[in-house]
């Protein structure tokens, strides 16, 4: 792929189809460049159109292959896919409008539909296209239908000896770790293990009252002494916690590897110190986080009427706050930092949302491919060793979930 990173395995007659390449370029524009999330749908819908598969392009597909969800998920309730085809379809109408202003040939998503149609401009360019559809049809290579003894002898020979080699392959890749191949491989590498897995700690914070009159968090002073206890309920937690968990847990599994879950009030000294630490959850709502050793780069803030993330050695151009609108809410920010750990040789993953979709895009960033590497970019030396960091993260927030994220500032330590 010359444009992204993204896209998927293609066939050489695929790439060679010109409206693949006007999809790349779409995918590569200032429009779509900082969204992996809507590239990896545009080049999933691109190629089920042009590869006449439509069944593919249904939204429970998008929503199981993009999204992760579940089979047979309820699409009526989960919004996802049609969020962003919204918001695809009018960055694709916005690439055209102005850096594809002079593309000979158009894409377009037609709104209740999610299989993308390609046309011409005029007349001059449908025959240029169709002229050059031609010329990239790929011919099959033909294999006769019979052969001489003397071949097939050559071919039994050669087929035995590629069983052999797949066999010592596949022999020595069991004798040997896994090399990381991605970025995400990478990223997480000293948290796969399953001799000591790690421990995941998710928010949730004490609260006083109940569910019919109304919940409002307890004192901080309250958590030591009367957790459980009375009026006091410990048993909530967000849907950007609940889904950064969910995102983990594939993660985990496609590597073979284990966590330990835990919410925050339940967590012992005894075991956190001994293991590595992923914090999900903001501060506020997650106890655990306050008792151990934090980011000293950047810090929650909330007050009655805002809240943001404390830029504690703001650089020039800098903000000392990152605050984040309240009504409407379209905007969030997230602390981001990979710290170390209470023993020597651990380490602490935090992700800190200044709300729910704050934390659960945080998470999203360090599992896709596209922006770990952007991550990794910063945080990797010459020779390959990952620092310690804090990093703030703004993510734009459309139909309750968190779409588009980018990195806003980073402190290597």
Not at 21 to 30: D, K, N, P, T
Not at 131 to 136: G, I, L, Q, V
Not at 377 to 403: C, M, W, Y
Request: aromatic share 8%.
């Amino acid at each position: 792929m010359t444009a992204s990173n993204l896209a998927p395995e293609t066939s050489s007659k695929l790439l060679a189809d010109p409206r693949w390449a006007l999809v790349e370029r779409i995918a590569a524009s200032q429009h779509l460049k900082s969204s992996a999330r809507l590239r990896e749908f545009l080049f999933y819908i691109a190629e089920c159109a042009i590869q006449a598969t439509p069944e593919a392009a249904t939204e429970q597909q998008i929503g199981i292959r993009i999204f992760h969800r579940h089979p047979g998920y309820n699409s009526s309730e989960d919004s996802i896919v049609r969020t962003h085809a919204r918001l695809l379809r009018q960055k694709v109408a916005a690439y055209f409008a102005e850096e594809g202003s002079q593309e000979e040939i158009l894409v377009e998503i037609p709104k209740g539909h999610y299989l993308p149609v390609f046309h011409a401009r005029n007349p001059e360019a449908q025959a240029a296209f169709n002229e050059a559809a031609k010329e990239s049809a790929v011919v099959p290579i033909a294999v006769p239908e019979r052969s001489e003894p003397r071949l097939r002898w050559k071919l039994g020979w050669i087929a035995l000896a590629l069983i052999a080699a797949g066999t010592l392959v596949f022999w020595q890749s069991r004798s040997r770790p896994a090399y990381p191949r991605t970025a995400v491989d990478r990223f997480w590498q000293p948290f796969f293990s399953n001799d000591n897995p790690p421990l995941v700690i998710f928010s949730n914070a004490l609260f006083e009252g109940n569910s019919t009159e109304g919940l409002r968090y307890a004192p901080q002073q309250t958590e030591q002494t009367v957790q459980g206890a009375g009026d006091f309920v410990d048993t909530y937690t967000g849907i950007g916690e609940l889904a950064s968990v969910y995102t983990l847990t594939r993660l985990f599994d496609a590597h073979k590897s284990q966590f330990i879950l835990k919410r925050s009030l339940l967590v012992t000294w005894d075991e956190a110190q001994a293991k590595n630490l992923i914090f999900i959850g903001s501060a506020a709502e997650n106890p655990s986080l306050r008792v151990l050793p934090s980011t000293r780069d950047f810090t929650m803030m909330a007050t009655s009427n805002s809240a943001g993330v404390v830029n504690h050695h703001p650089k020039p151009g800098e903000p000392e706050v990152y605050l984040r609108p309240e009504h409407p809410l379209k905007v969030d920010y997230a602390i981001l930092a990979l710290l170390p750990g209470v023993q020597p040789g651990m380490q602490m993953l935090e992700f800190s949302g200044l709300t729910t979709f704050g934390t659960q895009a945080a998470v999203e960033y360090v599992c896709h491919p596209d922006t770990a590497a952007e991550l990794l970019r910063q945080i990797t030396d010459s020779s390959g060793k990952i620092h310690p960091f804090e990093a703030v993260l703004e993510t734009n927030i459309g139909g309750g979930v968190p779409l588009e994220t980018r990195l806003v500032t980073i402190r290597i330590h």
